[in-house]
């Protein structure tokens, strides 16, 4: 499974952007895609999941009610929308894939996630 994640870039504070996570190699019908992201110097972070056969989504706490996931089935591919974006919210984010479809406590766990995408910066400032 490849997973190429894409969209990140340079926004002001209360701006949007649109990550999108396309897979070749799987077709994501079951099992669990996460988005983490890291901030320099800081732990990688849960962001949001989709377990796939239930389409049951997950946020962390910091982005609940700003961040929202999407899928398109015909392109194979995940997208995280995010709005009300805070300068805090600046980090490379990752998109991620297994096969498992896991609870809610167990999906928020990086270390779970057998396949990554290569990251994509976001940068929120003034």
Same mark, same amino acid.
């Given at each position: 499974?490849?997973?190429?994640? &894409?969209?990140?870039?340079?926004?002001?504070?209360?701006?949007?952007?649109?990550?999108?996570?396309?897979? &070749?190699?799987?077709?994501?019908?079951?099992?669990?895609?996460?988005?983490?992201?890291?901030?320099?110097?800081?732990?990688?972070?849960?962001?949001?999941?989709? =377990?796939?056969?239930? =389409?049951?989504?997950?946020?962390?706490? &910091?982005?609940?009610?700003?961040?929202?996931?999407?899928?398109?089935?015909?392109?194979?591919?995940?997208?995280?929308?995010?709005?009300?974006?805070? #300068?805090?919210?600046?980090?490379?984010?990752?998109?991620?894939?297994?096969?498992?479809?896991?609870?809610? &406590?167990?999906?928020?766990?990086?270390?779970?996630?057998?396949?990554?995408?290569?990251?994509?910066? #976001?940068?929120?400032?003034?």
């Amino acid at each position: 499974v490849q997973l190429q994640a &894409s969209g990140g870039g340079w926004v002001q504070p209360g701006g949007s952007l649109r990550l999108s996570c396309a897979a &070749s190699g799987r077709t994501f019908s079951s099992g669990t895609v996460g988005w983490f992201r890291q901030a320099p110097g800081k732990e990688r972070e849960f962001v949001a999941a989709m =377990r796939l056969p239930d =389409r049951n989504t997950f946020y962390g706490d &910091s982005v609940k009610g700003r961040f929202t996931l999407s899928r398109d089935n015909a392109k194979n591919t995940m997208f995280l929308q995010l709005n009300g974006l805070k #300068v805090e919210d600046t980090a490379t984010y990752y998109c991620a894939y297994t096969i498992p479809n896991y609870i809610a &406590s167990a999906l928020r766990d990086g270390s779970r996630y057998e396949y990554w995408g290569q990251g994509t910066l #976001v940068t929120v400032s003034s």
